[in-house]
């Protein structure tokens, strides 16, 4: 099984600032079988980017996926309120597809 | 647009079962995959297994040790999760979502569906 870690698990940070958040994979996950999804409170969560660096469709552009092999990172280059939320890394490389534990980006 | 439509909130006794369904709303014009992802509090989402409606071909993760079975009415575009053995532990907020039929990229959430187990 890949085990996926995040970190950090939370981050502060006030609108307009960038925000870095980091997966690591416990093994290579092969050609970027890697995704990131949103989750607001009391909803389901929203996948924001495939591929490792791919947006889905209707995603903003200040949302970007970059790494490869183990370590993968999701950028917001500027927070906007809707944006304070827990993301999720995934894998796809191989069954059982796995979650990391969640980094939340909170407002400081 | 396609969305995903699960079943209501059930509260179940210890050692008793559950079903649980996803119905797709919209139309889907390729072959898909529909799969279970569960939430407890205060733990990682965790992937149940997954099943294509078309063929009925089905996978599970080894975690749920057997208590868990997936099915799907492709005539209905239904899929159903049922866990047998309830336990405490498997109070949960109950997700399914679409993939592809390879790639288990989880692209459309459904709703969720909670699940208490409580004596």
């Known amino acids: 099984e890949i085990v996926l870690t995040q970190s950090p698990g939370t981050l502060s940070l006030s609108p307009g600032e960038r925000a870095t958040l980091s997966c690591r994979a416990s093994q290579s996950v092969g050609a970027n079988y890697l995704a990131w999804h949103q989750q607001k409170p009391g909803q389901a969560p929203r996948l924001l980017i495939q591929?490792?660096?791919t947006r889905a469709t209707g995603v903003p552009d200040r949302f970007s996926g970059s790494g490869s092999g183990t370590d993968f990172t999701l950028t917001i280059s500027r927070l906007e309120p809707e944006d304070f939320a827990v993301y999720y890394c995934q894998q796809y490389a191989s069954s059982p597809y796995t979650f990391g534990q969640g980094t939340k980006v909170e407002i400081k | 647009q396609v969305q995903l439509v699960q079943s209501r909130a059930e509260i179940a006794k210890p050692g008793s079962s559950v079903k649980v369904s996803c119905r797709v709303s919209g139309t889907i014009y390729s072959i898909y995959s529909l799969n279970w992802v569960r939430q407890a509090p205060g733990q990682r989402l965790e992937w149940l297994g997954g099943?294509?409606?078309?063929?009925?071909?089905?996978d599970y993760a080894q975690n749920l040790q057997g208590r868990v079975t997936i099915t799907a009415d492709d005539s209905t575009a239904t899929a159903y999760m049922e866990i047998v053995g309830l336990r405490s532990d498997d109070s949960a907020i109950y997700f399914c979502?679409?993939?592809?039929?390879?790639?288990?990229?989880?692209?459309?959430w459904g709703q969720g569906s909670l699940v208490s187990v409580s004596s």
């Open positions: 979502a679409k993939s592809g039929m390879l790639m288990r990229v989880f692209e459309i």
């Open positions: 591929g490792a660096s």
């Open positions: 099943i294509i409606p078309r063929t009925g071909e089905v």
